[in-house]
């Protein structure tokens, strides 16, 4: 059990670091602390590690001082969904940095994955991996709770049908995970702009989000390229036909979370293919 505590102490440096008040905001909400940001905090000791209560999900690690890197995330979406544990163990052991699970709801896209009892099992199984989801759904606000008991990491959502994306980042930061914006291919970027700031990931979709295996969009890269101009220390990443064919595209573009489906888990080399596309990545990173 916590100690209930009705004032903690922030130093300075942690309240000019919005990924640190939203770890903060995560850590007091175990405190029991009601007002979260606007106590007169004392005894900063007594709050618990960062990474406590689910390993890798504490926002302070994204600061965004700190230099991007790049990360290859396997989409399970055209994996044996039957065999879903030993796919996801065999990509991680071959170099996985991630794994992106493909959340789809059969109404914000034509097609019907799994959620997040799925999510907790495989969490069960693979205890220490960072889980992103992708929340191709009509009301992510809806599924924020179970997702973060399930163990997922990074929530990744469409801001297209969220009429308040503000307030979803931050139920998203309340329940612990990081927050991610992912934007379709019709949506231009600068209409998620005022709310970057809020944001860990940028995923820019290279593909009508709903099936894996289908033709990377070229013509999105410009929105990449808007965003790492703007955004030097933003994780951008990018998915849907993204494998060492148009891998350069996309880290010449600047993206750094790759998210590849079809490419990495039908290869007959998964690890060539994983450590190949992120040598490219690195390569375009400054
Ligand atoms: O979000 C997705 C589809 O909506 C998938 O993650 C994406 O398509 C990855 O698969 P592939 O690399 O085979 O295109």
Redesign the pocket.
């Known amino acids: 059990m916590y100690p209930i505590v009705s004032a903690i102490h922030v130093s300075t440096s942690a309240v000019l670091c919005r990924p640190r008040l939203a770890c903060l905001r995560f850590k007091t909400s175990k405190f029991r602390a009601s007002a979260p940001l606007n106590l007169t905090l004392t005894d900063t000791t007594a709050l618990p590690p960062c990474q406590e209560a689910r390993p890798n999900s504490c926002a302070c690690k994204n600061a965004r001082n700190m230099p991007i890197q790049a990360k290859i995330g396997p ?1 399970i ?2 994996a044996d969904l039957a065999n879903l544990a030993a796919e996801s163990q065999k990509l991680l052991d071959n170099g996985a940095d991630y794994l ?1 699970l ?1 959340v ?1 709801d059969g109404t914000f ?1 034509p ?1 019907l994955t799994f959620g997040h009892p799925m999510v907790k099992c495989l969490r069960n199984n693979i205890k220490e991996a960072f889980f992103e989801t ?1 929340m ?1 759904v009509q009301n992510p606000e809806q599924w924020i709770a179970p997702m973060a008991d399930a163990g997922v990491n990074l929530y990744t959502f469409h801001v297209e049908p969220v009429d308040d994306v503000s307030k979803v980042s931050r139920l998203i930061q309340e329940a612990g995970m990081k927050v991610g914006l992912a934007i379709k291919p019709g949506t231009k970027v600068q209409e998620i702009e005022k709310y970057i700031d809020v944001a860990d990931l940028v995923l820019v ?1 290279t ?8 033709s ?1 969009m070229a013509d999105m890269m410009p929105k990449v390229e808007w965003l790492r101009t703007n955004y030097p220390n933003l994780d951008i990443e990018v ?5 060492p064919k148009t891998i350069d595209c996309c880290a010449k573009a600047g993206a750094n979370w790759i ?7 039908g290869a007959a080399d998964q690890r060539q293919v994983i450590g190949d596309m992120r040598d490219v990545v690195k390569r375009y990173l400054k």
């Open positions: 989409s979406l055209n992106h493909d789809m896209v097609n992708h191709m979709m593909v009508e989000p709903g099936f894996g295996g289908q990377f998915d849907g036909g993204v494998g998210v590849s489906g079809t490419a990495v888990v």
